[in-house]
T-cell receptor, first 114, second 114 residues
Framework: AQSVTQLDSHVSVSEGTPVLLRCNYSSSYSPSLFWYVQHPNKGLQLLLKYTSAATLVKGINGFEAEFKKSETSFHLTKPSAHMSDAAEYFCVVIPYNQGGKLIFGQGTELSVKP | EAGVAQSPRYKIIEKRQSVAFWCNPISGHATLYWYQQILGQGPKLLIQFQNNGVVDDSQLPKDRFSAERLKGVDSTLKIQPAKLEDSAVYLC????????????FGPGTRLTVT
């Protein structure tokens, strides 16, 4: 079965320092991968998506992710954290041939210290 | 454009009672989803509609959960009777049929079963 594993349940960074949120996927096929963000008391929002085009994907708010097939990874990065980036981040996969069924990882809570 | 609307935002009921949630998707989105998000976990798909037809309800506990989308727009999700383990946030999302990875989420309904 296709799935994603988020390697850290909580990441804490200082404002202005880089962010790295790690995600590994398991898939027999070339997957469709996404990152979603959930701010407190707000709905989930799509950050970026990978659908077998460019391996480096740019998203909103300065985030980007790189698809590495050899490492089965899709890590989310941002060069410089902002206080407003504090939120829960979910790595998501759409299993092959299963329509719109998003499979969410467990989530990584990002804290940003002043 | 208006986002996905959900009501109520919060609900507290006793076990064995019934409860219903309502969702109004983004205009023009033929595909509608209901997710259950238990505290500390990623959302889990309960049911997916395409217009007023069910595409996937494989993870819906059909002995107690039901959902409908009669006119292909609004949807309701019902739980009857509720159990303690149903305490969660219930998320509604919608998308265009050809962009199922790009889902727009509502703010959710937080259900507490006592």
């Amino acid at each position: 079965a296709q799935s994603v594993t988020q390697l850290d349940s909580h990441v804490s960074v200082s404002e202005g320092t880089p962010v790295l949120l790690r995600c590994n996927y398991s898939s027999s096929y070339s997957p469709s991968l996404f990152w979603y963000v959930q701010h407190p008391n707000k709905g989930l929002q799509l950050l970026l998506k990978y659908t077998s085009a460019a391996t480096l994907v740019k998203g909103i708010n300065g985030f980007e992710a790189e698809f590495k097939k050899s490492e089965t990874s899709f890590h989310l990065t941002k060069p410089s954290a902002h206080m407003s980036d504090a939120a829960e981040y979910f790595c998501v996969v759409i299993p092959y041939n299963q329509g719109g069924k998003l499979i969410f990882g467990q989530g990584t809570e990002l804290s940003v210290k002043p | 454009e208006a986002g996905v609307a959900q009501s109520p935002r919060y609900k507290i009921i006793e076990k064995r009672q019934s409860v219903a949630f309502w969702c109004n998707p983004i205009s023009g989105h033929a595909t509608l989803y209901w997710y259950q998000q238990i505290l500390g976990q990623g959302p889990k798909l309960l049911i997916q509609f395409q217009n007023n037809g069910v595409v996937d309800d494989s993870q819906l506990p059909k002995d107690r959960f039901s959902a409908e989308r009669l006119k292909g727009v609004d949807s309701t999700l019902k739980i009857q009777p509720a159990k303690l383990e149903d305490s969660a946030v219930y998320l509604c999302a919608s998308s265009f049929p050809d962009r199922v990875g790009e889902q727009y989420f509502g703010p959710g309904t937080r259900l507490t079963v006592t």
